[in-house]
């Protein structure tokens, strides 16, 4: 990962709502979740929540596909775990030291979402 697509992807997480979402996707797994109950999750206003879910997709933290006339959103776990590999990159002083865990998310039935 690049500095600039760091400083995009931190930029998109230092929001309180967008940093809510992000985790909410991270938690719903490879299928994701609709717009519809990322808002009733988070208690947020479908208008708000499209500008959020614009600069999260613009830092390629999240994707968005059309299932039927829901959009599914999801995040974006190698580009999560790029960010998280940026930013440990030299965490033993420059020593190779144990690679940071990356995330591969199991698939989770809807109900074990809270």
């Known amino acids: 990962m690049e500095k600039t697509?760091?400083?995009?992807?931190?930029?998109?997480?230092?929001?309180?709502?967008?940093?809510?979402?992000?985790?909410l996707l991270v938690q719903a797994g490879p299928?994701?979740?609709?717009?519809?109950?990322?808002?009733?999750?988070?208690g947020l206003a479908p208008n708000s929540l499209t500008f959020h879910f614009d600069r999260l997709r613009a830092a390629g933290l999240i994707a968005v596909r059309r299932d039927g006339r829901s959009m599914i959103y999801t995040a974006q776990y190698e580009q999560m775990n790029a960010l998280l590999a940026f930013l440990t990159e030299n965490c033993c002083g420059g020593v190779s030291c144990a690679p940071a865990a990356e995330c591969k998310p199991a698939r989770k039935r809807k109900s074990e979402i809270a």
């Open 5 to 23: 697509d760091a400083v995009s992807a931190l930029g998109a997480l230092a929001q309180d709502n967008r940093l809510d979402v992000f985790r």
């Open 31 to 42: 299928d994701g979740l609709s717009a519809g109950a990322v808002a009733e999750a988070l």
